[in-house]
């Protein structure tokens, strides 16, 4: 039951074609042999030889990041491969591929790129050039909140970036620290559109299941209430909780349980940014609290709004 080059996989009771990552032979009820070799040494040989898988750069639930050595030409890439295990669910497989779709229309410098990808029934991957640099969360994990001049900057190129992805009508819907690079020259590149959404021009093209997506500390109330309506104002706020964080070293709320998280998110006012850091100037602080609005309509409306108005701060913080 070795896959073939395209990967599928054939019962060796009936020859019958087995789904991705089946168990079990549906025609015949035969148990399958599963590829135990590790995703790295699969990920290899789909690479061949002019790759060299040389480690891990990062992982999360659905998929582990490899770092990637390539021949021609000569550089180094990171590789996003699919949990092998979850490759029998349809809808993980499915928001995998929509992440790769949002991904490759989006070519912006705040943007990380993809350069290609591959699917076959037990292996899905794309690859990116690799971002050099540290996390936004590893660099708070590390060092503490970032100077008031750095997170202007930073917010800065987060809010062109997701306001590009905007206008090309993917909200990204999971802003977190973790999802930003940030490079030892200063420049922030956002990833991970594992959650993202199409957003039709008309406002209101969400058919999720109402699953909870994204990560509890930087939800909108709307996206935390399981609103199927959900807009670009949702990337406003979670951008508005990175702003704080990136200030008070700790985000707005922090919670017992996820349920506590999403209670505070929809119902709890938060404390004014400058309690935790007294040095931020006060548009700046405006700037974070119009941002944590429960109400969409009193946020920001765009992208563009908040990038004007982080210009007037860099005046002042100068
Ligand atoms: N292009 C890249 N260059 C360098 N590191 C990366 C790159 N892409 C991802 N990583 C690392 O892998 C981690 C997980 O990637 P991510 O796309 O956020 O996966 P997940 O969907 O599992 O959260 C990131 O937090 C980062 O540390
Ligand atoms: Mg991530």
Redesign the pocket.
Known sequence: MTPDSTGTRNCTQCGAVLGAGARFCIDCGAETETDTRSASVRLQEDLGSDYEVLGE?????????Y?VSARQPQRY??I?VMRQELMQSKSIVHRFRR?ISYASKLRHPNI?PVIFSKERADLVYYA????????L??RLQRDGAFSVRDTISILKQLAEALGYAHDHDVIHR?VKP??A?LKKEGIV?I??F?VAKGLSRKGSNLTASGELLGSPEYMSPEQCAGDLQVDSRTDIYSWGVVAFELLAGRPPFLGRSVTDLLYKHMAQSPEDVREYRDETPMPLANIVSRCLEKEPSKRFQSMAEAVEQLSKCEVTAI
Do not use: W
């Open positions: 750069l990062g992982h999360g639930g659905f998929a582990v990041v770092l890439l990171a996003k992440e990380v990116m050039p690799r971002v050099q640099g540290k996390t969360s590893k999971d973790s999802n690079i590149r990833l991970d594992g």
